[in-house]
């Protein structure tokens, strides 16, 4: 699974809540990505798709780079964390961090998945989830929390089991975004007789 999830929506939107956090107008947006004012709006309402190059340096703009100590504070918290957890760019699905118990479900070191997209070890369920954000309101600058179906990759190296998990979409203090990723607890099995 190597296609991008990468939507127009997605990076329009994106862009948008970056700019509103960094209070970067569009105009300056514009300048930075090599492109006009117009564009820039009509990417971020959604009514003109960038082109690959375009898409390519949108993308290169908006991955999520933790950089402050609340940031900091926010990987450590996820590499400490008992629960199985780990923390990707909200947009290009790279590894930023990973609980312990993340990482034991792995074949591969947690250390070799850092900073390299998931996205090709995504389910045809997680693929389904994350082609509906745009209309879940997913992009909207404050950030969302949902439940997904996971449904079964055929990985080993890092296989994805059926059930559910919670995403949570974190804004980094630079206005780029992060993604939660927590494995529901599935309800104790039904003890015959009780």
Same mark, same amino acid.
């Given at each position: 699974m190597d296609?991008?999830? &990468?939507?127009?929506?997605? /990076?329009?939107? +994106?862009?948008?809540?970056? $700019?509103?956090?960094?209070?970067? =107008?569009?105009?300056?947006?514009?300048?930075?990505?090599?492109?006009?004012?117009a564009t820039v709006s009509r990417w971020e309402s959604g009514g003109l798709a960038p082109s690959p190059r375009e898409a390519a340096r949108l993308t290169d703009l908006l991955i999520a780079r933790p950089a402050s100590d609340a940031d900091h504070a926010l990987l450590d918290l996820v590499e400490t964390s008992t629960e199985p957890a780990h923390l990707i760019c909200? &947009?290009?699905?790279?590894? /930023?961090?990973? +609980?312990?118990?993340?990482? $034991?479900?792995?074949?591969?070191? =947690?250390?070799?998945?850092?900073g390299m997209s998931l996205w090709r070890y995504a389910s045809q369920a997680i693929v389904a989830a994350e082609a509906g954000l745009g209309d879940m309101g997913w992009y909207e600058p404050l950030g969302a929390a949902?439940?997904?179906?996971?449904?079964?990759?055929?990985?080993?190296?890092?296989?994805?089991?059926?059930?559910?998990?919670?995403?949570?979409?974190?804004?980094?203090?630079?206005?780029?975004?992060?993604?939660?990723?927590?494995?529901?607890?599935?309800?104790?099995?039904?003890?015959?007789?009780?």
């Open positions: 296609a991008s999830p &990468l939507t127009p929506l997605a /990076l329009g939107r +994106s862009l948008r809540a970056w $700019r509103t956090a960094r209070r970067v =107008k569009q105009a300056h947006a514009a300048e930075i990505l090599g492109v006009s004012q909200d &947009l290009s699905h790279r590894l /930023l961090a990973a +609980s312990p118990a993340r990482s $034991r479900e792995w074949s591969l070191p =947690k250390e070799d998945l850092l949902l439940t997904v179906e996971t449904g079964a990759n055929d990985s080993n190296e890092v296989p994805i089991r059926p059930g559910r998990m919670n995403w949570t979409r974190l804004r980094l203090s630079d206005g780029r975004f992060a993604r939660l990723v927590r494995t529901q607890a599935l309800p104790p099995p039904a003890r015959n007789g009780l």
